[in-house]
Every structure is written in structure tokens, then in C-alpha cells.
């Protein structure tokens, strides 16, 4: 089992009409009198059961009699991405981890449409259902939080914080908004494009805090085009209001991604008139 903040999470066979299928059972790792974290749990499942998107989890049911509590989730075969990118790191191209990046900008342009702010956005959230698609899971950071329009952002009281992946109004004011989610979508590419290294490792949480409050930011990876990496630094901007919107993130990752796949359709083209050059040469100078 994986363990988690409110639970561990399993694999188990669930039957439905004659059907059996693999999923994630979530159990609850408190006391049965914990009252207040029971309630947090439930939430979780709340809140899971709003979102309906091909790049995030799918919640299938929960069981709130007896105990533990049990929340069951859409099975991801592959497991958790960054353990999947530390073990594939050689053959993984920039093609690869950039349709990672698109699927999950794409995840979180729907939770900012619905208003949704996630606040652990890191790749050991991040699960694959095969070595194509990717997925956001665990929405039980200490939760995440539906933002009502005028609120426009959550402040957060407790639970353990990711400091090294939060943007510094997180860190300081416990503020969290779809802005926040952006640094942290930002700093979790930096680690598809690491292939799974973790961001800011073996600095301690107060020096990173004194790196970001002086304009110092996570360095481009070697993987990384530089085109993308612009993007990335935008979504570090300090003030808040200066980053772009999930939105648009996923707008200009997806022209990037774009201009790649025809580039590559290009070099097959040009590869393939010079094999048939070089094949024709071939013949000339054997006859």
C-alpha cells in the first residue's frame, strides 16, 4: 500500500453487474474517534466527485459504514509518474514529458474553470494509467478547496506544507488560489523534465524560502527547450496577478507541442527523401 496524509491506498478487485475490475481503495490511517479527520476524508471524496476529466483521477464510490472509511478511485496501472521517470529517464524524449506537461496543464485549466484550487501539485500526485497518459490524484492536502468567485482565494490553517513546490503568498500568507497552482505546476514540469528529480534537493526549506524572496529559481533543465522553460519562469513571477492562467498555459504548451510534432513530421520527410537519394545512388553507382 502507498501511504498518504489521511490514508493508505490499496488495490483491489471491484465487482459491479458481473463486471470485475481493478481500482484504489483509499483507507483512513487515523483513530475511529478522530472526528475531525474523518470529516476531512469525507471531503475529499466531496470534492473528488465534482470533477469529470479524462487527466484527473476518477472517484467510483465511497463506504462510510463501519470502519475505516474507504474511498474507492479509478485504478492507475503504471503508478505514481515520478517513479516511473526516475526508472525511464534514458528513454524518455522531450516529446514525451511534453505531452506529460500538456496533459496535466490541461487537468488544471478544468479544476480553474471549476474553481477548484488543488495546492499539492507535485509529481508524486501525478499517476499514469499506461506509459501515455497522466492523471492528478490526491485531493487531500489538508484539502483542496472549492473557491467561491468572491472569495478569490482560500487561506489555509493547517497540515504539512510542500514548501519546496509553493508559491512564496503560499508560504508566507497561507494564501493558495489557481495562481499558487500555477508556480506549483510550474515547479512540478521541473520535475517531469528532471525525470523525477526532486526541486530545490538537499537545500533546506527556510534557505529556499530566502532563494525565491530574492529572485533565484529552479535552473532549466537539460531536457527542457528553452521556449518551454519561458513559460515556466513566467508562472514563478512573484506577484501573483503577473503569472499566467491555467488557461493560458495550456494554450501555449499546446502550440509548443504542436510546432515539435510537425517539426518531427518535417525531419521523417526530409529523412525520407535522403534515404531514397542515397538508395538511388546506390543504384547508379552498382550498375
Known sequence: PKKGQFGNVHCANYKNDGITALVAVKKTNFEE???DLKQKFIEEAQIMCHFNHKHIVQLIGVC???????????????????????????????????????????ALKYLEEQNFVHRDIAARNLMLTNE????????????????????AYYVATTGKLPIKWMA????????FTSQSDVWMFAVCSWEI???GVKPFQGVKNNDVILQIENGIRLECPKKCPLSLFKIMKQCWKYQAH?????????EQIGYLLDSFNQEDS????RNGVKTQIESTFLIIYTA
Not at 68 to 73: F, S, T
Not at 168 to 175: G, V
Open 168 to 175: 512564496p503568498e503560499s508560504i508566507n500568507y497561507r494564501k
Open 242 to 250: 503577473l503569472r499566467p492562467t491555467a488557461a493560458q498555459n495550456h
Open 193 to 195: 523534465l528532471s525525470c
Open 33 to 35: 474517534d478522530s472526528e
Open 266 to 269: 518535417a525531419n521523417v520527410y
Open 64 to 106: 462510510t459504514k463501519g470502519w475505516p472509511i474507504l474511498i474507492v478511485m479509478e485504478y492507475c496501472a503504471l503508478g505514481c509518474i515520478r517513479d516511473y521517470l526516475i526508472q525511464n529517464a534514458e528513454a524518455l524524449d522531450i516529446h514525451h514529458l511534453l505531452e506529460y506537461i500538456y496533459q496535466l496543464s490541461s
Open 132 to 151: 501515455h497518459t497522466v492523471k492528478l490524484g490526491d485531493f487531500g492536502f489538508g484539502l483542496s478547496r472549492q473557491v467561491k468567485e468572491t472569495d
